[in-house]
């Protein structure tokens, strides 16, 4: 069950996108699992993708297709990642790609596509060919709520939200909604995100807005440590508002602040929703040489098994936190600056203090705040000024249950 998540409420429609979802049965039976989405002429598009080496057949045909034009559609699919499937698997990308394409009146190279399921499989071409006139015929304005559901797979929930943003010049929207449960630890995005706004936002300055939000959302977080083979996220901006927003108009600031916010709101849902998760914890670090260092220390934390089965059990074991940032590639580490602190709303236990246990800790105190769905481990390294601050979850015997049994 998701730690503090609840289904989305309205999402605002975005001028210039119109989407929706068809049960296409790639591989679930009687749901959604095929996304449409058509975008107005004059869309620009951002996107970052996985910096795993083995990338899927569509994200090397989203990333060459994005190359050549701005994208007029794009085409999601649930169940099969058709990731290690060499030529076959771009082959049968390419050709999901034309059938979207033959419908949407663009060239196949204007539709971008993203998978997301089981690796290893081919993907089977048949599904999409009988679901595209379907999805052509549903597209509508209102259809983020069914496509953020379609897109999930081991996701307990939807996840996507919308906010409006008033300018000198008029109100602009921003919709987003993404998708993932496990095999979360981003090396750029997360598993499969994608916002639209009706905003005008040059290329540049659209994934100069993209890249900066990442690293301090989709690229903070962490379930179990597995970089995945389709990490995608795009950020598409129609212009259908009449708004223009650069780096030289009153609301930049505005924008980017709002823009920051929804990713980190969709991506610390992502572990709100991790699978199996019953915490949901923030690690941060500070005093540290420089915001990498710190990173560092946190990211180091956040994957250590033996720490995140303690939070599950809620046992405030701080030795393994300390374990932990011991063995992160930290040089001149001096242990005898080191604090720990355990923390949950005004609640604030000081556990290490100088590198060693509190004289005034008291186990009961860390074991309550650990008690609780949401907390935090606040650790400082006393070498300097920066910070970090990454989530995570905790690792439960239902994570174990669902991967085990995944492909069955």
Known sequence: MAVGLHPPGRLLPVGGVRLSAAAAGIRYEDRDDLVLMALEPDTQAAAVFTRNRFRAAPVTVAAEHLSRAAPRGLLINAGNANAGTGLAGLEACRRTCELAAQRLGCAPYEVLPFSTGVIGEPLPVAPFEAAMDRLAAGLEAEGW??????????????????????????????????????MIR???????????????????????????????????????GDTSTNDACVLLATGAAGVTITPRTSHWRAFRRELGRLMQWLAQ??????????KFVTVRVEGAVDPAQART?????????????????????WGRILAAVGRAPVEDLDVARV?????????????????????????????????RPEFTVRIVLGRGAASATVWTSDLS????????????
């Not at 943003?165 to 998708?179: H, R, S």
């Open 186 to 224: 981003p090396d750029m995005a997360t598993m499969l995100a994608f916002l639209a706004t009706d905003a005008a936002v040059p290329a540049g300055e659209l994934q100069s807005l993209l890249g900066e939000a990442v690293g301090e959302s989709f690229n903070a977080i962490t379930v179990d």
């Open 269 to 278: 849902a992502i572990v709100r929703d991790a699978e199996g998760a019953t």
């Open 397 to 408: 015997h239902e994570y174990v249950r669902i991967n085990a049994e995944y492909r069955t």
């Open 145 to 182: 709520a069914r496509a953020a559901r379609a897109i999930m797979t081991t996701d307990t929930t939807p996840k996507a939200a919308s906010c409006r943003i008033e300018t000198a010049d008029g109100g602009v929207t921003l919709t987003g909604m993404a998708k993932g449960a496990g």
């Open 339 to 371: 604090a720990l602190w355990l923390e949950a709303g005004r609640e604030r236990v000081r556990v290490v203090r100088d590198g060693a246990l509190d004289p005034d800790y008291h186990e009961a105190a860390g074991a309550a705040v650990m008690a």
């Open 297 to 317: 220390v946190a990211y180091t934390v956040a994957h250590s098994p033996l720490v995140k089965t303690a939070f599950y059990a809620s046992d405030p074991n």
